[in-house]
Every structure is written in C-alpha cells, then in structure tokens.
C-alpha cells in the first residue's frame, strides 16, 4: 500500500474510537491517509488524535479551507485512491445513498469519484431496519463496497449484528483491494448456483445436497475482480453477495428459463449450480397419501441446461461448468466438458473429506481440451473462487 492515497471518514458513533487504529494502521502500511471527521465523530476522538496518527491535518469543517490554492473538500475528493468510511451510521449511509451534502464528509464524498467501502457500526435493529436495508441496497448497485459488521455484544447492550468490523479486517480489505487484480472489469458473468427442487407434490420433491456455496463465492469473488454479476440460484440459506444481481428460481425449467433470458448479454457463464438431473413425469396437485408398502415414481429427464448453453453461446462467451464424481474424476469431467461444449470444467471428488456438499472447503481440478489446467489442494470456497476467478479472467482475455 505505500503511497496509496486513502481517505478515511469517521461520523459519530462509538465505533469511531477503532477508526484510530485503522489510521494508524495504514499509516504504518505506507500509505497516504487523510481524515475527515464530522462534527459527531469529534465527541467520541478528537481530531488531534487522528492528526497524530495520520501525520496529516484532520478536515472537520467544509468552510475551514487552510490552503487558498484548492477548494479543500475538491482537493481531497480528487486525492484519493480508495475512500474507506469506518465507522458509517446509518445518518451517513442515508446521505449518500440520497446524494445528501451539509457537512465536509458528505460533500467530499458527493465529488469524488473513487472506490468507496463502508464499515457500518449501530444498533442491531437500525441495522435491520428497511430503510436502512433499502439505503444500503442502493449504495451496492452503485458500486460502493460494503464491510459487513460482526456481530457480538454491542455498546447499546443489545447483542447481534451491528458492531463495526475491527480494524484488523478493514486493514486487510484495503489490502487486498489494493493488491488484487481485477480481471474481469468491465465484464458481465453468469453464475449459476445451489440445488434444484423438483415437485413430487406440494409438499414432496427430488433434490441434493447442494448448499449454494461454491456458486455464492463465485459471485462474490467475480464482483471484487470487477464485474457485473447476476446470479441465478436455487432455494438456498445464503445471503447475497454485495453488489450482486440475484434472480431466485426452484426448479430447473425455471432456471433454464433464467440462464437463457440473460445469455445474450453476458461475457461468461459459470454453472456451479447442482441441477437434478431427473423430475417426476407427474406433479400431483394433492400430497399423496402413503397407502401401499412401496411406491413406483416415474422420472423423466430435465432439461439440460449447461448443454443449451453450450449450443447457443457466442464464440466471444467462455463457459465454465462444474462436475461433482464420485469415482473417475477426470475421465468423467473431461468427457462432460466435451459433450456440452464447454471451455473449462471445474471438477470435485464429493466422496472426500473437505470436498462434498455443505462443507466451507474445497478440493478441486481444472480442465479444458488439452487435459489438467490447475490443480488446487483443500482450502476455503472463498479462496477457491478467487483462483477460479483469475483463471476465468486469464482465459477470457486470451480466449
């Protein structure tokens, strides 16, 4: 991080008393930290105490311009690399979701034209409020980057989510914001993700073990390397990640349905979804009631959805698909890959422990045409989808 040029914002909540370890931090790091507070945040730290740590003169006023030479809130708003804003109430996300200008912060903020990351810090139920939630909703489709807060005891004595993340896991963001590349900027991807329900009846259906979460971090990871991403996800108990288009689905017509409406408009297609591969012939319209000792289920095949794909993508689209073996990984993949025209597939062994369904890791290979591309050992789905990302990115700039 030396010489980046980072703007920290601290409005009044008492989180902002963490916001000093943060300058501190970036400071050591290298970079080139300079602080706005509001007049709120200088109740709970004063603004010597950033001055100190951040080498750097605190801005509180919008009218105390030092220097005649720049318009100060222009001068910062062009200054900086990344606007990092910890603690954020809810009063500050509610002003710049409005577009709001009465203070330094919010007027500097309305004229920059960086990156911006909030690190929210309030009160468990301001958190959750819909008007809060609306606010915050509207600052990720607008690019703005989220940090969200932990959740623990919090100062009001209330305990849940609210408590702003700690310094550590914002100086680390800022890191890896800064050191990350963004292969995919400016392009448009797919991300399929999750399992499909099948109906048997209306309280029945055929389904897997999917959880959602390979495809979930794949959308996350695609959004931080710069692209716009819609997610196409089956019933599943995650949350969103920020800055991502999610369209929910149950069943694999459905889904089908989904992919295909956007297709025509993305740059690549992932299909990390787990779709079930047959469906019962016949939906009954009433639960079926257990009479006989067993049951015969007809089953029909669904639609092959990483197959229409295959036939109708551009040869400017790269699709990457997902195959979960059991035994014969390669030979398995690689023949998949092959029938449904794909140009990488992402293989698992699910019978190994730390690479089945529902587990936070991930043991994975790689392979297009020629054979093995990458080969990853067990580690978190996060991590995972960041080197599949990259290796996306890779193949889509030479592709």
């Known amino acids: 991080m030396n010489g980046k040029r980072i703007v920290l914002g601290i409005t009044g909540g008492i989180a902002a008393y963490k916001a000093a370890t943060v300058a501190s931090r970036l400071t050591q790091a290298g970079a080139d930290v300079r602080v706005i507070m509001t007049e709120a945040a200088t109740r709970f730290v004063t603004p010597l105490t950033l001055q100190i740590l951040s080498r750097n003169h605190v801005s509180v006023d919008t009218f105390d311009e030092r220097n005649p030479a720049v318009v100060n809130h222009i001068d910062l708003a062009d200054h900086a690399d990344l606007f990092v804003i910890a603690p954020a109430t809810a009063n500050l996300i509610a002003k710049l979701a409005l577009g709001l200008a009465d203070d330094m912060l919010s007027t500097t903020l309305l004229a920059t034209r960086a990156p911006i990351v909030i690190a929210p810090a309030m009160n468990v139920n301001m958190y959750r409020n819909p008007a809060v939630r609306r606010n915050l909703d509207e600052l990720l489709k607008r690019g703005v980057f989220l940090i969200e807060p932990g959740v623990g005891q919090l100062a009001c004595g209330y305990v849940g989510e609210g408590r702003m993340a700690e310094p550590e896991e914002i100086v680390a963001w ?140 551009r040869t400017d689209q790269l699709l990457v698909g997902f195959a979960a073996e059991t035994q014969d990984l390669e030979r398995h993949a690689r023949s998949k890959l092959e029938r449904k025209g794909m140009d990488l597939i992402v293989a698992n062994d699910v019978t190994r422990p730390g690479a089945g369904f529902g587990t936070d890791t991930n043991i994975v290979s790689v392979y297009d045409r020629d054979g093995l591309v990458l080969s990853l050992p067990q580690m978190d789905k996060k991590e995972v989808a960041r080197r599949l990302i990259r290796l996306v990115g890779e193949r889509l700039h030479a592709h």
Do not use: C
């Open 174 to 313: 800022v890191e890896r914001f800064f050191s990350r590349e963004r292969p995919l900027d400016g392009k448009k991807v797919l991300i399929t993700a999750g399992p499909t329900l099948e109906a048997m009846d209306p309280v029945r259906y055929i389904s897997n073990h999917s959880s959602g979460k390979m495809g979930f971090a794949l959308a996350e990871a695609a959004r931080e390397a710069g692209a716009e991403v819609t997610l196409v996800s089956g019933p599943v108990s995650l949350d969103t990640p920020p800055g991502v288009k999610r369209v929910d689905v149950r069943s694999a017509e459905e889904m089908l349905e989904a992919v295909l409406a956007a297709l025509p408009d993305v740059d690549v297609i992932i299909k990390a979804a787990a779709v079930a591969d047959y469906r019962p012939k016949t939906t009954w319209s009433q639960k079926l009631k257990k009479t006989a000792d067993t049951m015969v289920l007809e089953l029909v095949k669904t639609a092959d959805i990483a197959a229409e794909v295959g036939k109708r993508k």
